[in-house]
């Protein structure tokens, strides 16, 4: 079992770029597969990018592909969302998850993190 932690979320303005972090409980954090899901209001939930156990591969949406990037330091149980060039489409609530299965993960993780704010403003 994990517990997942968001932050970086925050206010800015389009064009700019913020850094989320999800930070795992546990010794395990090696053995899962790492998510990050959006939701904005009237919206529905989003895979934004997903990281394997190892880091060696990863997994855009189309909207993101080019602006952020995931990456995960397994020594420091922490998983990071690194986005660029923010748009106002980007503002949701961030979710981190976690999943034994890569099929789990796109679909129903097993954990969740409670969430980190983005708001961006134009």
């Known amino acids: 079992q994990v517990q997942l932690a968001e932050s970086g979320g925050g206010l800015v303005q389009a064009g700019d770029s913020l850094r989320l972090s999800c930070a795992a409980s546990?010794?395990?954090?090696?053995?899962?597969?790492m998510g990050w899901f959006r939701q904005a209001p009237g919206k529905e939930r989003e895979l934004v990018a997903t990281i394997i156990r190892s880091g060696g591969s990863t997994t855009y949406a189309d909207s993101v592909k080019g602006r952020f990037a995931i990456s995960r330091d397994n020594a420091k149980n922490t998983v990071y969302l690194q986005m660029n060039s923010l748009k106002p489409e980007d503002m949701a609530l961030y979710y981190c998850?976690?999943?034994?299965?890569?099929?789990?993960?796109?679909?129903?993780?097993?954990?969740w993190g409670q969430g980190t704010q983005v708001t961006v403003s134009s």
């Open positions: 546990g010794r395990t954090f090696s053995s899962y597969h």
């Open positions: 998850a976690a999943a034994l299965s890569g099929i789990a993960l796109g679909m129903k993780p097993d954990y």
